[in-house]
């Protein structure tokens, strides 16, 4: 357990000190920041007005960002430490592979977590001092829904550095992994059904496959508990899971994915050569 | 102590370590060489557990593979290109130590006897320091701690002369209780600090002798050099080495450590038509022979001579 513990304290301060992260920390403060200062509080979207109109909105931007960040900067560093000679070094030191492993994991996740968190937590803390009302629930969930996205990315980025022996390699297929989830998100989907290939629950199953949109989903239904804006496919849903049964899927299923993904990547990692 | 049985390494097709029986004791100091992939730091490699491969390898029966923690544990290497650590000097010997279960202080203490003030540097960035610096923390890590085992990779290279005296002195201190694994390209930058000579060719080894053990790591020489005119070049070359200038430019002074002899005279003859005079004495009780270390077999001798020449040993 010292083991892990130092491992992630020394991927910790690793990361505090790279570049990738100040960008990081920058971009999501600089988001809530840009939406307190264009006065998003005050305007009414769909019946949502102050902190949950701008809760709603840092969500969205966050689904769009979050998923790709993680994944580069993460394979990026670990395949670049890899390279670099880092790996050779601190692996010659009696660490367990184990510790090694979960405790980069454990690190990293403090990192990129800690920073999304920090902004949402610091727009409720400005909300309370200007005397703006919090919808707790909704901060609640939304804080649950980005601690398991954030997991779900980190691990399927630890897969990737496990396969991948270059940099290069790694990066491009981060990319590729995020791509094919937002293909999947729309178009693709779309496409199929379109030409009438697949029947629409085989296509709502894909859907709901795809980490990507098992997010948009949960957090569109926050604000529309009934999904109209999906259209028919929330019957779908619905159906299948109730309202209550999605927002607890939409939390475990991404978790268990990049669980799933990381103990995938840590027996690939444990089997093969490290440095 | 250490055993290799048939070990056989293979990156998709290419046959890196091709079937290495090897078997080093206690106390071994074994210089690995070989030219670029040879296979030196492959081996290696695969004796800190770090490569998956065919065959045995054990240190004390016990395989770093799958014993990692307690086999690493008694293992200290440094490696030849330092790591890019963002970390502050101070947290990567508190790291170590704590994986090691050893005393950051010793490992301190070690690093302000090779000449590094850890104070000084102990909130800078590890991969800010300069690359000698780097290297005596790396030293003082693998030593600061009760290693049986000493894996090297080109350890000398970025040492000051000061700095390396006290480095041999260090490898002094454990040539007893220690076995070492020295790799290098060439075997001048190591062949006084060894009493065994492994070089490693294509994946095999070809060369396997051992080396009379008459330099003492320990052991000093007074050198005095004497030279026809003052030559910038070559005063800065002494400087360098801690000499003193006894008049002029002219004759020059200082201590040499025993081990470093061969890289001195590797210096030295650069300016072989500027010198009139030299003469290096031994001052350790322990040395008796004035030679550069004396290799024993065949190969080996010749692979000195070569270095002496000015080429490199392969």
Redesign the interface.
Known sequence: M??LW?TA??DI??SL??RWFQIYTLVFGGIVALLFLFGLTESRVLGFIGLSRLLVTYIQLTMAILPIFVLITTVRSVAGDRE??????????????AAWFWGKILGRYVVIFTPVFAAMLGAVLWALIAGIEVPWGMFGYYTALLAVMAACFLGISMLISAVARSTDVAQGAAFLVWLTLLLFLDLILLGVMIQGKVAPEVAVTLALANPLQVFRTAALALFDPQLIVLGPSAYVILDLFGVTGYKIFALAYPAIVGLAAATLGYHLFR????? | MIKFQNVVKTFRRARVLDGIDLEIGLGERVALIGSNGAGKTTLI?CL?????HDGLVTIEGRSPRTE??????G?G?V?Q????????VG?LIH??A???GSDPQRMVALARRLGLDVDGVSSR?FVRLSGGMKQKL?IAIALGRDARVL?MDEPAANLDPEARKIFFELLAERAESATMLISSHRINEVSTLVNRVIELDMGKVVLDDRVADDVSLSGRLDCRIVVKRPEPAFAKAMTGWNFTDRGGGLEWTGDVAGPDRLRFIGMTSRYVALISDISLKETDQKVGADEATALQGGRAKDALLAVADGGTAN
């Open positions: 010292k083991q130092l304290k020394l301060v690793e000190r790279a670099a000679g880092v790996f050779e070094y601190l692996l010659s030191l009696p660490v367990s592979l089997r093969g050569d490290l440095p | 490699r800190l557990g770090e490569y998956t990692r923690t307690a086999v690493l544990g293992i290497f490696p290109l330092p790591p890019p650590l963002k970390m502050p947290q790291f170590a704590s994986l090691c960035q790396l894996v």
